[in-house]
Structures are given as C-alpha cells and as structure tokens.
T-cell receptor
Framework: KQEVTQIPAALSVPEGENLVLNCSFT??????LQWFRQDPGKGLTSLLL?????REQTSGRLNASLDKSSGRSTLYIAASQPGDSATYLC????????????FGKGTLLTVNP | NAGVMQNPRHLVRRRGQEARLRCSPM?????VYWYRQLPEEGLKFMVY????????ESGMPKERFSAEFPKEGPSILRIQQVVRGDSAAYFC????????????FGSGTQLSVL
C-alpha cells in the first residue's frame, strides 16, 4: 500500500526566499508523480508532472525532482512570492496503477510580504 | 475551455437523506475520477469511470455509495442515507485519456451532514 509523507507540515518564509518541500513515498513502483497546489476553498491545480523515467521537471520558478529508487521527490520554489501561499500536495500514482493517485497531507506554505 | 465543473459547491443534508454530486469533465475528456478529502486527511481515491463504464471502484465504500458517468451528461456521485462521517470535500478530476497524464481537478463539493 502506497503511503506518502510530506515534510514539513507547515512552512513560513519571507518573500524572496528560495525553499524546498519534501515528499517521500513507500512504494517506488510508480508511473509518475504530480505536485499540486490547493488554495482554501478551491480545487487542486496541477503544477508539475514527472514521469518515472525522468529526474526532474521545471516550470517557471518551480523545479521538481524525482528519485524513484529512494522514494523521494522535492519541489523547489525560487524567489517565493506571497501569491505562492497555499498547500502543496505530492501525489505519486499507486504501485500497479497508472491512474490512482495517493496524496500526502501536504505542506502549508505561507510567504510573508 | 472551461475547467472541470462541480456542483453544487456546498451541500447540506440531514442524516438519512441522499446526496447527489455532479461533475462535468473538461471538454474532450472522457475519463473521470472521484476523490474524497476527509477533515485532517489527504485526498483518497474513490472511483474511476469512463463513459458508461466503471473502471475501478476499489476506493468506494461498499454500501450507500455509487457513481455513474452516462453517455450524455455529467458524472454523478450518489450517497444514499448519509451519515455524519460522510461530511467531507468531494473532488472530481478528469483527463483526456486514462493513465500517465495530468489530472485536472474541479473545485470540489463540500458535503455537510447535520
């Protein structure tokens, strides 16, 4: 059974700081891993999708890495902004299924102006 | 191109009533997934549907819950005889094809059972 842990549970940083969010998962037999952000009262927005054959993906100020063998992924946010404040969720798909995502509880990020 | 549309945004039901949650996938998407987020917990997979077919319902509670995705119209998640423990945020996602691609999520339906 896939289990996902995200550390830290909450993070507060001043604007402009670079930061790293960590995700670990127990079943390394994944097809891909997605990072989402969730804003209060809203749905999830997909940020990055990394296929199992990839090591990293970049989109703007975001960079996600994947080390499948060790069951780890990181999301790096450069030059953080107050608009980045949200809950960030890591979701690998469950072993044996290429569509069933297992979510962590997320990291609540607050970027202070 | 409108995103995944869920309605209602908020639904209040008394114990024993039925709840019907609707999801219209993004245009061109024929694969729909339902997830549930209980308070203080991560989202959990419930069911995966294609048009007129249930592909995987391994995350659905055995009783009172059902889902459909008819040939025409939105996908429906139906909860019969709701109990307080059903109070949660229910999210729908869609994708153009099943499998190794991004899922696009709706804003969710917050179900409150009194």
């Amino acid at each position: 059974k896939q289990e996902v842990t995200q550390i830290p549970a909450a993070l507060s940083v001043p604007e402009g700081e670079n930061l790293v969010l960590n995700c670990s998962f127990t079943d390394s037999a994944i097809y891909n891993l997605q990072w989402f952000r969730q804003d209060p009262g809203k749905g999830l927005t997909s940020l990055l999708l990394i296929q199992s054959s990839q090591r990293e993906q970049t989109s703007g100020r975001l960079n996600a890495s994947l080390d499948k063998s060790s069951g780890r992924s990181t999301l790096y946010i450069a030059a953080s902004q107050p608009g980045d404040s949200a809950t960030y969720l890591c979701a690998p798909n469950s072993g044996g299924s290429n569509y069933k995502l297992t979510f962590g509880k997320g990291t609540l990020l607050t970027v202070n102006p | 191109n409108a995103g995944v549309m869920q309605n209602p945004r908020h639904l209040v039901r008394r114990r024993g009533q039925e709840a019907r949650l609707r999801c219209s996938p993004m245009k061109g998407h024929s694969h729909v997934y339902w997830y549930r987020q209980l308070p203080e917990e991560g989202l959990k997979f419930m069911v995966y549907l294609q048009k007129e077919n249930i592909i995987d319902e391994s995350g659905m509670p055995k009783e009172r819950f059902s889902a459909e995705f008819p040939k025409e119209g939105p996908s429906i998640l139906r909860i019969q005889q709701v109990v307080r423990g059903d109070s949660a945020a229910y999210f729908c996602a869609s994708s153009p094809q099943g499998g190794r691609e991004k899922l696009f999520f709706g804003s969710g339906t917050q179900l409150s059972v009194l």
